[in-house]
């Protein structure tokens, strides 16, 4: 089927020659194509739908932030009540006490922001000179320039001349060795932010090596090096434990948070920049102009969708639920390891998991015979199929998912 919808991260050709694969209802943990035919949803969409699909409650909380004040402007001295609401809220969660919140349209908004901030800090601390940015290798930043620069997935960065964005550098995801090693060979005088996410999710759900990154967090502190914690997708409770962040689950207490996703459980596009006190101050002391903002940053019918997911996060204990998933998934999938077709089994950190196909190349094929088992996902990095269920998801249909992962993989 000829369709004009040009898709993201997609060879078109063969999407038009296949035809698209069109979803057109969500409930729960299930979607379900235009045929009507059932899937179990194994990646909450790209990571986002943390309270499952179909919640009326926050379509209404939409409508209804909608039809009152759709949205203004949140430049200068304007600000819509809802978006304050959602700021004060957001901070409370956050895990330096008296961080301050600049909303985006979404996870890569949230990167360039923290970019740019992080070396307009080092400007207003006298020290220009430290604008080098530093990411990981299979890091995934989202795809503006910055973030594009700073991820460390080869083939995104291929295409765009050189150097997209200078002054950008590069470290080994699972040595922090790596990073000191780049400290000391560039000079932390030149080095603005270190970028990690304590989960590496894009680039194929790589968890974190024991004591990693308290100890990064560690060589930051002692060299000045801004620690910015990319959270769009461990943020908001996919990092089980019970807490918001990452950040709190590690202790890593952050200068910046850069998040998106399950802000608003993907019901409308919003992302947030949460930058701790000590980042904030030079620009709220007085005097200082920081020229930067979104047109959409804290669109009020996006504020309206985040304040009703953290109701229903907070009401039903979801943060909870996503501890449990993390046990579950485990459980549930560790065996498949020993199926020939999988090298390893990623998971036990989070409500996320995923099965790493011996062979990368047959990661689409996988994908077709996993939705022949009544299941959507996709593969991440070199042939990972994801698993990030919404985290409504109750034990058994995790069992369920996992021998239907075990019936395609045979
Ligand atoms: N950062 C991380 C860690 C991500 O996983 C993503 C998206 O998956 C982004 C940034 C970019 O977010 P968005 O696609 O909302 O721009």
Not at 37 to 49: C, I, K, R, S
Not at 248 to 264: E, Q, V, Y
Not at 295 to 316: K, P, S, V
Request: glycine share 12%.
């Amino acid at each position: 089927m000829a369709s004009s919808l040009w898709h993201g991260f997609a060879d078109m050709g063969a999407v038009t020659a296949s035809g698209p694969f069109v979803i057109t209802k969500g409930e729960g943990t299930k979607v379900y194509d235009a045929d009507g035919n059932e899937y179990l949803d194994a990646t909450a969409g790209l990571w986002f739908t943390n309270v499952g699909h179909g919640r009326t409650e926050i379509a209404d909380a939409v409508a209804k932030q909608l039809s009152t004040v759709a949205h203004f402007s949140n430049f200068g001295d304007y600000a819509s009540d809802v978006t304050i609401a959602l700021a004060e809220r957001l901070a409370e969660k956050a895990p330096v006490p008296g961080s301050k919140v600049m909303f985006t349209s979404g996870g890569s908004d949230s990167v360039e922001t923290a970019v740019k901030l992080a070396r307009r800090y080092w400007v207003e601390q006298g020290r220009p000179e430290k604008k080098i940015v530093v990411g990981r290798s299979k890091a995934y930043h989202g795809m503006h320039v910055a973030g594009t620069s700073l991820a460390g997935i080869a083939p995104n960065k291929e295409g765009y001349g050189e150097t997209f964005m200078p002054d950008t550098e590069t470290v080994d995801w699972d040595d922090a060795k790596s990073l000191l090693g780049l400290i000391e060979r560039i000079g932390a005088d030149n080095i603005a932010a270190f970028f990690a996410e304590p989960i590496i999710g894009a680039g194929g759900v790589y968890l974190p090596p024991d004591g990693y990154l308290r100890e990064v967090r560690e060589i930051c502190r002692d060299h000045d090096v801004l620690f910015v914690a990319d959270e769009v997708v461990t943020g908001y409770g996919r990092i089980g434990a019970g807490e918001w962040f990452a950040s709190g689950r590690f202790d890593l207490a952050p200068d910046m948070i850069t998040s998106a996703k399950g802000l608003t459980s993907g019901y409308v596009p919003m992302g947030a920049m949460i930058a701790a006190p000590h980042i904030a101050e030079p620009f709220f002391a007085g005097g200082v102009w920081w020229r930067h903002g979104y047109t959409y940053g804290g669109h009020n019918g996006a504020a309206a969708a985040a304040m009703a997911n953290f109701d229903i996060l907070e009401r039903e204990n979801l943060l909870g639920e996503a501890a449990r998933l993390e046990g579950d998934l485990a459980k549930a999938f560790a065996p498949l390891a020993d199926l020939d077709a999988v090298s390893e089994v990623r998971t036990g950190l989070g409500a996320v998991t995923a099965v790493q196909l011996a062979d990368p190349a047959t990661a689409p094929a996988m994908v077709l015979k996993l939705r022949e088992q009544g299941v959507a996902t996709r593969a991440a990095g070199q042939g990972a199929l994801q698993v990030s269920p919404a985290f409504v998801m109750g034990t058994d249909e995790v069992d369920e998912l996992a021998s239907r992962f075990a019936a395609a993989l045979s």
